[in-house]
Nanobody, 123 residues
Framework: QVQLVESGGGLVQAGDSLRISCIASERTVSAYTMGWFRQAPGKEREFVAAISWSGAKMYSSDLKGRFTISRDNGKGTTFLQMNTLRPEDTAVYYC?????????????????WGQGTQVTVSS
């Protein structure tokens, strides 16, 4: 069973940047498609970005340009660089993985999930 652990969340001010990370318990995730999702209080979980094993990327149209997803397959780690953060970016950010190679944005298509890391952006 693959385990995903997020880190790097915290409290920042509007306009700041933050990079969060997701490390996997097994190197086999280097072949997985990895994604980031977020969930704000009272809202549904929403897609942020995803990346294939080969580096193909997909972004939420609302976030493209501010957020960048990347991965280090050798270390089994996926990153989300978030720039020019806004109070509305406040949410729990979840890392997710799927064994299929297609890059998709639907949460139910992902088999593995981390526990999440809280990102809070103050105004």
């Amino acid at each position: 069973q693959v385990q995903l652990v997020e880190s790097g969340g915290g409290l920042v001010q509007a306009g700041d940047s933050l990079r969060i990370s997701c490390i996997a318990s097994e190197r086999t995730v280097s072949a997985y498609t990895m994604g980031w999702f977020r969930q704000a209080p009272g809202k549904e979980r929403e897609f942020v970005a995803a990346i294939s094993w080969s580096g193909a990327k997909m972004y939420s149209s609302d976030l493209k340009g501010r957020f960048t997803i990347s991965r280090d397959n050798g270390k089994g780690t996926t990153f989300l660089q978030m720039n020019t953060l806004r109070p509305e970016d406040t949410a729990v950010y979840y890392c997710a993985g799927r064994t299929a190679t297609e890059v998709v944005s639907t949460p139910t298509d992902y088999e593995y999930w981390g526990q999440g890391t809280q990102v809070t952006v103050s105004s």
